[in-house]
């Protein structure tokens, strides 16, 4: 659902608002406003409602000079970073309350960080707390929920009109493409199958200089690509595979995204517990969509191509066995011990297509493995692949956008678990699952471009169980943010 709020730029408070948001540094002398003379703060009566100044805290009055406002703790405001103002923003907008609010914002952002980047990381912040998914929400229960967070209008109040502008912009293309990421995984897998994340990607980047082309269930036979055959035999759904091209060239910078829309597990059945958050298994494929959508309204000039594999990962008579062997597009064949290890048989076709390609780069990024949720958590993702500037880049660029990614080894001594009595390779590793993201970094491995390649897990960050910072309950997206600032920066692997 589109980010229902409406933010502005203007030199002066708009007459009316319901609230004002303020800045507060701590000095040695007390705390000071990030607006001169806006207010005057007895700094006995702010340590009496337990406010200290640190960055975050927040402090609501009921009246200030006839209006209410809420006060937010800038620390001493030296170490502000692109990453806090983001947080800063998130925290703000989910303590402003009114429909019509204002943020005045001169002052806040430090003039030694880029301008554009900086306000474009504290909007960010402000849009995407604003998220929410009620698509399917009765009347009655949000007329029931209003006044949790019902600001429609927010104005940012600057004397540096013009120059802000840019990057609230900047925010509002990015926020929106994280936005329509979120919603594709939010949706019920009964309504996002194959065909209709086809549908709602052809709507998204329509008039987006985006190229679409589809290949259904008869082409990807005609194509070889036995993974995605082989993990959508179980479902009445067909499979789909989608190539997203942006500014045709030679060497692009290829973005592949895991897409099970639905994971029963196939015929190793997940448990009932283990399914109830299985329509998030197609994070990847939204993260990619919503990148090139973000990188064609960005103007971005250099050339991008996003591959996805779709399918409906499903338990039925015609559905993979265990000890079936498909072949992969490249020609590798794979013994399937596990048909719930199936995301990494769709990325071999997909990477094996990659290939082809001559990419400067190439990135998956999927929802694979319940190790490395165990490993990192549901807040950092794991990365791995076989070239440090190109991992380090992404960390970097992930530390910007205000995502997590740490570095998971392969090493080739790993590679044996994975061999296969039959075939080129299984699709497990060694029985107890040890090591489990490893493998199946090495199993991709063997279907990647066989240089500039990283993977991305993304099991653990593709989800959010609590309401917290730029995060809501459910899809956050995870991946957009991180891409865009890696392939736009001047950082970005070459």
């Given at each position: 659902m589109?980010?229902d709020?409406?933010?502005?730029?203007?030199?002066?408070?708009?007459?009316?608002?319901?609230?004002?948001?303020?800045?507060?540094?701590?000095?040695?002398?007390?705390?000071r406003?990030?607006?001169?003379?806006?207010?005057?703060l007895?700094e006995?009566y702010?340590?009496?409602?337990?406010?200290?100044?640190?960055?975050?805290?927040?402090?609501?009055?009921?009246?200030l000079n006839?209006?209410a406002?809420v006060?937010?703790?800038?620390?001493?405001?030296?170490?502000?970073?692109?990453?806090?103002?983001?947080?800063l923003?998130a925290?703000?907008l989910?303590?402003l309350?009114?429909?019509?609010?204002?943020?005045?914002l001169d002052?806040?952002?430090?003039?030694r960080?880029?301008q554009?980047?900086?306000?474009?990381?504290?909007?960010?912040?402000?849009?995407?707390?604003s998220?929410?998914?009620?698509?399917?929400?009765?009347?009655?229960?949000?007329?029931?929920?209003?006044?949790?967070?019902?600001?429609?209008?927010?104005?940012?109040?600057?004397?540096?009109?013009q120059?802000?502008?840019?990057?609230?912009e900047r925010?509002?293309?990015?926020?929106?493409?994280?936005?329509?990421?979120?919603?594709?995984?939010?949706?019920?897998?009964?309504t996002m199958?194959?065909k209709?994340?086809?549908s709602?990607?052809?709507?998204?980047?329509?008039?987006?200089?985006?190229?679409?082309e589809?290949?259904?269930?008869?082409?990807?036979?005609?194509?070889?690509?036995?993974g995605?055959?082989g993990?959508?035999?179980?479902s009445?759904?067909?499979?789909?595979?989608i190539?997203?091209?942006?500014?045709?060239?030679?060497?692009?910078?290829?973005?592949?995204?895991?897409?099970?829309?639905f994971?029963?597990?196939?015929?190793?059945l997940?448990?009932a517990?283990?399914?109830?958050?299985m329509?998030?298994?197609?994070?990847?494929?939204?993260a990619v969509?919503?990148?090139?959508?973000?990188?064609?309204?960005?103007?971005?000039?250099?050339?991008?191509?996003?591959?996805i594999?779709?399918?409906?990962?499903?338990?039925s008579g015609?559905?993979?066995?265990?000890?079936?062997?498909?072949?992969?597009?490249?020609?590798k064949?794979?013994?399937?011990?596990?048909?719930?290890?199936?995301?990494r048989l769709?990325?071999?076709?997909?990477?094996?297509?990659?290939?082809?390609?001559?990419?400067?780069?190439t990135?998956?990024?999927?929802?694979?493995?319940g190790?490395?949720v165990?490993a990192?958590?549901?807040?950092i993702?794991?990365?791995?692949?076989?070239d440090?500037?190109?991992?380090?880049?992404?960390i970097?660029?992930?530390?910007?956008?205000g995502e997590?990614?740490w570095?998971?080894?392969?090493?080739?001594?790993?590679?044996k678990?994975?061999?296969?009595?039959?075939?080129d390779?299984?699709?497990?590793?060694s029985?107890?699952?040890?090591?489990?993201?490893i493998?199946?970094?090495?199993?991709?491995?063997?279907?990647?471009?066989?240089?500039?390649?990283?993977?991305?897990?993304?099991?653990?960050?593709?989800r959010?169980?609590?309401?917290?910072?730029?995060?809501?309950?459910?899809?956050?997206?995870?991946?957009?943010?991180?891409?865009?600032?890696?392939?736009?920066s001047s950082?970005?692997?070459?």
């Open positions: 589109p980010i709020l409406n933010v502005s730029v203007q030199s002066r408070e708009p007459a009316g608002g319901d609230q004002i948001g303020l800045g507060l540094f701590r000095t040695s002398k007390g705390f406003a990030n607006v001169s003379g806006i207010v005057d007895d006995l702010l340590s009496r409602r337990n406010f200290s100044g640190d960055f975050g805290d927040v402090l609501n009055l009921p009246a006839g209006q406002a006060c937010i703790g800038l620390g001493e405001g030296t170490k502000l970073d692109y990453l806090s103002l983001r947080t923003g925290k703000l989910r303590a309350h009114g429909e019509n609010c204002a943020v005045y002052g806040i952002i430090p003039k960080l880029d554009k980047k900086a306000v474009a990381s504290f909007v960010e912040g402000i849009l995407l707390a998220y929410r998914f009620e698509k399917y929400k009765s009347k009655v229960n949000l007329d029931r929920n209003k006044g949790s967070n019902q600001v429609k209008n927010l104005c940012l109040v600057t004397s540096q009109v120059s802000i502008k840019s990057g609230v925010a509002k293309v990015i926020s929106s493409c994280v936005a329509f990421a979120r919603d594709l995984v939010n949706e019920p897998a009964g199958t194959p209709n994340f086809e709602s990607a052809k709507e998204f980047l329509k008039s987006s200089g985006v190229e679409i589809i290949w259904d269930e008869k082409k990807i036979a005609t194509e070889r690509l036995g995605v055959i993990v959508s035999k179980g009445n759904e067909p499979p789909r595979f190539t997203l091209r942006l500014n045709k060239g030679k060497a692009p910078v290829v973005l592949v995204g895991k897409g099970v829309t994971d029963s597990g196939g015929l190793s997940k448990s517990g283990g399914m109830e958050t329509k998030t298994d197609m994070s990847g494929a939204a969509v919503g990148t090139l959508a973000c990188l064609a309204r960005l103007k971005h000039k250099g050339p991008v191509v996003g591959l594999p779709l399918v409906e990962n499903m338990p015609s559905a993979t066995k265990p000890g079936d062997v498909l072949v992969a597009r490249n020609g064949t794979i013994e399937v011990l596990n048909t719930d290890a199936e995301g769709i990325l071999a076709d997909a990477l094996s297509i990659a290939c082809e390609l001559e990419p400067a780069a990135i998956d990024l999927a929802t694979l493995t190790a490395c165990v990192l958590g549901d807040k993702a794991g990365v791995m692949g076989d440090t500037r190109l991992v380090d880049g992404l970097k660029s992930a530390q910007r956008a997590d990614l570095r998971l080894p392969l090493p080739d001594f790993y590679r678990h994975i061999d296969s009595e039959i075939a390779i299984k699709n497990v590793g029985p107890g699952g040890a090591g489990g993201s493998t199946a970094g090495l199993f991709l491995k063997e279907f990647a471009p066989p240089n500039h390649w990283a993977h991305l897990d993304i099991a653990g960050p593709a959010s169980t609590v309401d917290e910072g730029v995060l809501q309950k459910g899809a956050t997206g995870f991946g957009v943010r991180t891409l865009v600032e890696f392939i736009t950082g970005a692997f070459r």
